[in-house]
């Protein structure tokens, strides 16, 4: 039995209706700059595109909903980022730019070039330096649950710890961690899918990227959100507050819509009240060709 299988099934079928509605989604793969295999799942027509990147340890069936919702009116792109999904698990170092390479595959073999980035989580890193090598492709970006605030430092030892506690028993620990992103009272037929899903993750995979990202918050946002392309929107959590300050002066023009409910997982909690909100965000990025330099 497929380790998706009970993850698709509480995603309300919605291959099902994307098959009836003629919208279904085609597998398809490319390969990144250091030649590992990338999946990715397309469907749907019209600009912009919407390319969508998974957090850490998930993948690309995680946005089967918004898959179903928006294919109807633009082209709607789910990537496996490399050691997630279907995509190869043969790389050296799972650092936050090569996990952009293989974003930009898809982008430049989909020759997408009025396209919307949007990340869960470590997507968020994954967008930006995606968005740095593709500047005049890229019409916005939509973090998801993500730089809720950048000035914050991970010690070293708090790192180490974290991928130590991980590390000694990845399938578990991995589970009960993600099992505390999840409030009381949330649905927990969702949350312990995803926490079990995450969970059988390849370990190596999963501890480097985590370092990787970790880093990245601690040395990256500063020099990163300023010279992004194009405007960066959030979508996070009520839980989490999140420091708009310090966005809006790296960021000029940054915007934050919050959702109710306490989990990381939006998009999979309340996928209506999601799809709003990236509509509303979706409506303010003007056209790249419009766009001032």
Known sequence: MSRK?????????????????????????????????????????????????????????????????????????????????????????????AFAADVNAVLDQEKLNDVVLVGHSMGGAVIAEAALARPKRVRGLVGVDNFHDVTLHISNRQIEGLLGFLAADFPNNVKTWVGQMFPAGADSALADSIASDMASSPPEMGLGALDHLLHWYNEKPATVLPRLPAPLECINSYAGPTNTDTLKVLRPGYVLRLMPGGSHFLAQESPAVFNRLLEESLADFPPVQDRKP
Not at 9 to 24: F, N, Q
Not at 31 to 37: H, L, V
Not at 52 to 69: I, K, N, P
């Open 5 to 97: 299988l009970l993850f698709v099934g509480l995603l309300l079928g919605a291959g099902a209706l994307l098959l009836t509605a003629g919208r279904a989604p085609t597998d398809r793969f490319t390969k990144s700059a250091d030649g590992t295999p990338i999946h990715y799942v397309a469907a749907g027509a019209g600009e912009p595109a919407l390319l969508f990147v998974h957090g850490w340890c998930c993948d690309a069936s995680y946005w089967q909903l918004q898959m179903e919702h928006f294919a109807s009116t633009h082209r709607v792109i789910a990537v496996d980022l490399a050691g997630h999904g279907q995509s190869g698990l043969d790389r050296g170092e799972w650092t936050m730019a």
